[in-house]
C-alpha cells in the first residue's frame, strides 16, 4: 500500500528487507537526537525507495522543539550539517518554498523572514557596520504557482542566472507517514527537491541538474495524509492489519492533517531552521548577534 | 470504544440500537443542507448520549462553505433556527470561546470580531445613524484560562449580573468524530456548552443553570482526535474491525488534528456564523447594511 | 524649501508660476472624484518637476476609501485609465514593492495577495475551469532589499527576461505632502517607478528604459515627512511664514509619519487597486466573479 | 493653545511658569534613562495640569528601544519603579485596554498576551510544575466599545467584583505632544485611567474612587495629532512663531499620526512592558524562565 512520505527515512522503514540494494543507512544519536544518513548509491537504490540518488540526513528530535534544550541541539546540529553538505565559500541563494497563508505549509516563508540577507551588505555599508567576514545570502520566498502564476522553477531558474550563487538552499514543509515526526524531524539532503514533493505536491525540481548549482533541500514534515495517518495509529496500537484491502479514493485518502497546534509548531521549527542556516553561513558572528540582526 | 465528539448526531450514530429511549432525532434536507434535530427529553436519554437534555440541530452542508450557494443556505438556515431558539426580544450576550493564537480554536473570537456589537448604540448616537430599532447586542472573546488566569465561566458570569441580558448565545470549536464532517458542519443547541467540550476541552459550564439566563451555543467541528481519525478512516475504506482491542494510550491517542486548509476553513466558517447571527438579532438590517457594518 | 512628495500633481502644486514650460496639466470631476492629469512633455517640464517626462494620472478621492459609493467610483475609474495606458492585450507582469511588514509599506505585497494570477491557467485546467479568454497575468512581491539581499530590479529584471511580458505593472505606497492625501489618492503613470521614490525611498528604477517593455505604475501615498505635514498644517490653519528659515536637519525631519488608522486605511487602499486591477485585466469577468476568485 | 498630551511631564513642560503650586517635579538619570517623577499633591496642581492628584513617573529612553541595552534598562527600570506603587502582595488583576486591529492602540492587547497569568496555577498544579510561590496574576485584553457594546469600565467593575484583586494594572497607549517621544517614553502612574485619555480617547475612568482598589496604569505614547506635531517640529527648527493664531478645527487638526514603523515600535514597547510587569510580579523567576514560559 502507498504511503504518502517525502522523508526517505521513512521510505527505507517501508521497504520488506532489511537491506535495499544500492542504499546505506547509518545512525547515531547526539545530544538526544537521533541522526539517520540515508545514502542513495545507485539507480537500483533510487528506484526501490522512489528517491534520487544522494545523501539524506534526518534528525529526530526527543520533543517537538518545545524544550530550550532540544530547540538548542537542533540548531546546531542542522547548522553543523549543513556546512558540511554546502560549499565552504561563496554566496548562497535561500529559498523558501510554500504559501505564507497556509499555516503548515508556510515554513519556507516563515523561515525566510528570520533570515540575515547579507549579499548587499558590502563596502562602505559593511564597513560602517562592523561586518567585514560576512558570506553573502540572498533570501527570496517567491510564492506557489496559484499566487503568481509563475512556475517556482521558472523563478528560481532566472535568479540563479542573475545571482550567480555557489549553491542553492530551499525550504519546505513536508509530508510524513507518521504523526509523531511532525514538527519532530528535520531532513536535510543534496539532492534538491523532486517533483511532487512538498505540503503542496509542488510540481517544480529544483536541483543540480536544473539550476546547474549544488542545491541542498531542508525540510520539516507538518502534515500526513488521512489514510496514512489511520494505518499509522491502528499498528501503533497493536491492531493488526494482516491482508490489507485496497484502499478506496475517497476524499478523506486525498485529505491531509496537521496538528492542532500547527501555529505554534510552525514558529518553531521556522526560528530553528533560520537560525541553524544563519549559524551556519555566518560562522563568526554569535548566536545573540544574529538573532538581534534578524529579529 | 471511546470516540471523541461533541457533536450530539454523532453520539446518535454511535448507538447500537437504532432507538435510544428518550432521544427523538429527525431529519430533512433543504437547499442542499441536512438538518438534524436531535431531542433528548429525559435523563435515560441524557446518559446514553452523555449530554445534557435539550435540542440539537445539526446543518450538514454540502461542502467545506466553498461555494458561494453553501455559505448563503448556510446563513439563512442558522439565523432562522437561531431566531426560534432565542427569546424574541431583549439584549443578547455572545460569547466566543477559545484561542485565537490557535488557529483551529479560535472560531469564538474570529465570529466576535465580526459581529455588530450594538448594545452602546442607543438614543442620540443611534438616531444619527439612522439605528433605531437595533436589538442589544453585546459581545466579547474573554480568552482562555492559560491567558487570563480566570474561568471563562467567572468572567462570563459576572458580565451577565452586570448587563443582565435576556440570553447568552456562546460560540465554539468542536471536535468530531469524522475528518469529512470538520467545516462542513454546524452544530446549535439549547443546552448550552458542558464541560469537556470544545477544541481545549474546556473544563467551563455554561448553561441556563449556572449563568440563569437561556444559553444558546453554535459551535463548529474544525478537529478530530487521532485515533478516531483512524478507526473512521479504516471503516470508510472497507477495513473490517471485529474486535478492537483496547487502544493504547500513546501519544497519538490524544493528538488532534486538523486539515491542512485550516486557515481558509476556519475563516469561511466565521464568516457564515457571524453573519447568520447578525441577521438572526438584526432583522431589520439588509444583509449588505450589515456586511458594510461589521467590515 | 524641499518637501518631499512622489505624487506629480503635488510638484506641480508646488511651483511659484501657474504656468511651468513642457507641463501640462488638466482636471475634471466625475462620480465625485477629480481627476488630474499631468502630462511633462520636455526636459525643461522634467527638471522643474524633478520627475521623468511622461503622463500622471491622479485620482482624488472624496474619502478615505470609508464608503461602498467611493471605493466602487475609485474601482471603475480605476480600471478604465489602467486600460488606456496598458497595451491591449499580452502578458502583464504585475510588481507589488513594498515590506509586507511595515504596515505603511505593505500596499504592493497586500494587492498582490488579492489579485487573479492567470499565467498558468491554459489549455485543459482552463477549459475544465471555463476561463477561456482570460488575459495572463504574473505576479510577485519580491520583498525589500535588505529581505533579500538583491535589489528589485535585480529580480524584476531577470523575471522580465523569462517571462517575456508585453508591459510591468508596479504598485507601491508613495509619500504625499499633505497628511490628507493619504490613502484618500491614487497616482497612475506611465514612466515606471523613480529612484528614491516610494514609502522605503527605493533605489530601484523600474522603466521602459531598464525593462524593455512599458511599466505602468500605481502608487497611494501613505505617509508624509514630519517637517513637510508641519508647514502644511500650519498653512492650513492660516500661520504664515515668509521667510522660512533653512531646517536643521533632526531627526524629526526624517521621521515619516502615517495615519493611526493605518491599518485599515491599507486595507481598502490596497482592495480597491487589486480590483481595479483584476477588472482592467480580465474585462470578460463579472465584479462578483472576480471577488469570488480571489478571496 | 490646546496641545494633546496624556504625559504629565508634557503638562509640566507647557506651563509658562517654572513652577506650579501644587505640583513636584523631580528627574535624575540612571543607566542612560532620564527619570522624572511628577506628583500633583494638591487641587490646585490637579487643575494647573489637567489631571488627577498622584505621582507621575517617566522614564525617557535614549531609543526607540532599538539597542538590547535600552531594552534591558527600560525593563529593570520599569519593573522597580512598579514594585514600588503596588501594594507586596495579592492577587493583580492586568487590563491591556486597546484594539487590538488598530496598530499604534494595541499595546494594552499585545502586552496582555506576554503576560504570566498564574492564578489558576494552585495546588497540585502549581507543584508539578515546580511554581510554589508565584504571585496571583489575572489578565485580560477587553476590546473597545465598538467591539463589545459594553464600556471597558463595566467589564473591568464586574471582574473586580467577582476576582477581588489587591491591585488593578492597566496598559493602554498614550498621545504624546513630541514626534521624539512616541516609543521611547513610558508613564507610570497611580492615579489609574482618566476619562478622555488613551489613542482611542477612551470614555473610561478606572481608578482606585471607581474600582474599590489601588489602580496602576502604565502607558506608552504611540500617537500625536498633527496640529501638535506641527508646532513642535517648527519649533524644533527654530521657527519662531509668536503670535499664534486660533487654530481652525480642520480635519488635520483632529488626524493622529504615528511613525511609519509603528509595527516594530509597537512590538518592542509590548514586550518591554509585559516583561517588565512578569519580573516585578514574579521576583522569584529568572527572566529566562519568564520569557520561555510566555513564548
Chains 1, 2, 3, 4 share one sequence.
Not at 528487507?17 to 537504490?45: F, H
Not at 507518521?178 to 539532503?189: D, E, N, V
Not at 514534515?221 to 491492531?239: E, S
Request: glycine share 8%.
Amino acid at each position: 500500500m502507498n504511503k504518502r512520505t517525502d522523508l526517505a527515512l521513512e521510505n527505507v522503514e517501508m521497504q520488506p528487507k532489511t537491506r535495499t540494494d544500492g542504499v546505506r543507512s547509518l545512525s547515531q544519536t547526539q545530544s538526544g537526537v537521533r541522526i539517520s544518513a540515508v545514502t542513495i548509491y545507485n539507480e537500483a537504490g533510487s528506484a526501490a525507495l522512489g528517491k534520487p540518488q544522494g545523501t539524506y540526513v534526518t534528525l529526530e528530535l526527543p520533543d517537538r522543539l518545545e524544550t530550550a534544550k532540544t530547540r538548542a541541539a537542533a540548531q546546531t546540529l542542522l547548522a553543523q550539517r549543513l556546512q558540511r553538505m554546502l560549499p565552504a565559500r561563496g554566496t548562497v541563494l535561500v529559498v523558501g518554498l510554500g504559501n505564507e497563508n497556509i499555516t503548515p505549509d508556510a515554513l519556507g516563508p516563515k523561515c525566510v523572514s528570520l533570515l540575515f540577507a547579507t549579499r548587499h551588505i558590502t563596502g562602505e555599508l559593511a564597513k560602517q557596520a562592523g561586518f567585514e567576514n560576512l558570506r553573502a545570502v540572498a533570501a527570496i520566498a517567491p510564492g506557489v504557482l496559484g499566487q503568481t502564476g509563475m512556475e517556482t522553477a521558472e523563478i528560481i531558474e532566472s535568479l540563479v542566472q542573475r545571482v550567480k550563487p555557489q549553491a542553492v538552499l530551499v525550504i519546505d514543509a513536508l509530508a510524513s507517514c507518521r504523526l509523531t515526526r511532525l514538527g519532530t524531524t528535520i531532513q536535510l539532503t543534496d539532492t534538491g527537491i523532486a517533483p511532487g514533493s512538498g505540503v503542496g505536491n509542488r510540481r517544480v525540481e529544483l536541483s543540480a541538474r536544473t539550476l546547474g548549482v549544488p542545491v541542498v533541500a531542508i525540510g520539516v514534515p507538518t502534515v500526513v495524509d488521512a489514510t496514512t495517518l489511520a494505518l499509522d495509529v491502528l499498528q501503533a496500537n497493536g491492531v493488526d492489519q494482516p491482508q490489507a484491502p485496497p484502499l478506496a479514493q475517497s476524499n478523506e485518502r486525498l485529505m491531509m492533517v496537521t496538528p492542532k497546534e500547527v501555529d505554534l509548531m510552525m514558529d518553531r521549527a521556522a526560528e530553528v531552521i533560520a537560525m541553524g542556516i544563519n549559524r551556519a553561513l555566518q560562522p563568526d558572528l554569535s548566536d545573540e548577534e544574529l538573532r538581534s540582526i534578524v529579529k
